[in-house]
Nanobody, 120 residues
């Protein structure tokens, strides 16, 4: 099965850090950009950060200076390092990318999501 697999979420205190991983399983990234999104209860899903295969990055205003997105193309994995976490960062975090296996393409695939809770 071709899919995105996220991991690394959990409960952390304000000011703490977490690193999320998004791995392509059963295939490889087919799109140039891979993105992390988040959705808090009662809110729309929003872009957190994205990264191209060449390493160019884009960040949401609320996470600039605190979060860092990186990518290991050899491992088909994208990471999101989250520092100085705030309660308002609490959300389910999703990875989005296109995938490829052989000559088959899977457009705009989402991972299953990983919960991040920032609370004392």
């Amino acid at each position: 099965q071709v899919q995105l697999v996220e991991s690394g979420g959990g409960l952390v205190q304000p000011g703490g850090s977490l690193t999320l991983s998004c791995a392509a399983s059963g295939g490889i990234f087919s799109t140039n950009a891979v993105g992390w999104y988040r959705q808090a209860p009662g809110k729309q899903r929003e872009l957190v950060a994205s990264i191209t295969s060449g390493g160019s990055t884009v960040y949401g205003d609320s996470v600039k200076g605190r979060f860092t997105i990186s990518r290991d193309n050899a491992k088909n994995t994208v990471y999101l390092q989250m520092n100085s976490l705030k309660p308002e960062d609490t959300a389910v975090y999703y990875c989005k990318a296109g995938l490829k296996r052989g000559n088959s393409y899977y457009i705009n695939r989402w991972g299953q999501g990983t919960q991040v809770t920032v609370s004392s």
